[in-house]
């Protein structure tokens, strides 16, 4: 009876470590004062504005694109316009979009 107690506490720690870790998106924010700086970060990268919207949770959200890469910003509750690893991506050759980590090293080096 001690060693199912032990066994069931040891899953709840180690099933509750993956819902306690920081996203991506948590880890490293990129924000800018207004959305001219945001937009003027993703032109450095021949990205363009397509367009925004909110997502289920009343967040705005920004998007933009260019024929390699593409950046994702959400306007913040202070009103920065912020970005993260989660959401800038480079395309595929067959289109297909995947995040890659160079393309952000690559967008912050630029700053």
Same mark, same amino acid.
């Given at each position: 009876?001690?060693?199912?107690?032990?066994?069931?506490?040891?899953?709840?720690?180690?099933?509750?470590?993956?819902?306690?870790?920081?996203?991506?998106?948590?880890?490293?924010?990129?924000?800018?004062?207004?959305?001219?700086?945001?937009?003027?970060?993703?032109?450095?990268?021949?990205?363009? #504005? &397509?367009? %925004?919207?909110?997502? *289920?949770?009343?967040?705005?959200?920004?998007?933009?694109?260019?024929?390699?890469?593409?950046? $994702? #910003? &959400?306007? %913040?509750?202070?009103? *920065?316009?912020?970005?993260?690893?989660?959401?800038?991506?480079?395309?595929?050759?067959?289109? $297909?979009?995947?995040?890659?980590?160079?393309? *952000?090293?690559?967008?912050?080096?630029?700053?």
């Amino acid at each position: 009876m001690i060693i199912r107690a032990v066994l069931l506490l040891l899953l709840i720690v180690f099933c509750a470590s993956f819902f306690v870790r920081p996203s991506s998106a948590q880890e490293v924010m990129y924000c800018f004062n207004n959305f001219n700086e945001a937009r003027e970060k993703a032109q450095e990268h021949d990205e363009k #504005f &397509i367009w %925004s919207g909110f997502n *289920l949770l009343g967040i705005e959200m920004f998007f933009f694109d260019g024929d390699k890469t593409w950046t $994702v #910003f &959400i306007k %913040s509750d202070t009103g *920065l316009y912020c970005t993260s690893p989660a959401l800038i991506g480079v395309k595929t050759p067959k289109g $297909v979009q995947t995040r890659y980590r160079k393309s *952000l090293q690559n967008f912050m080096l630029k700053s």
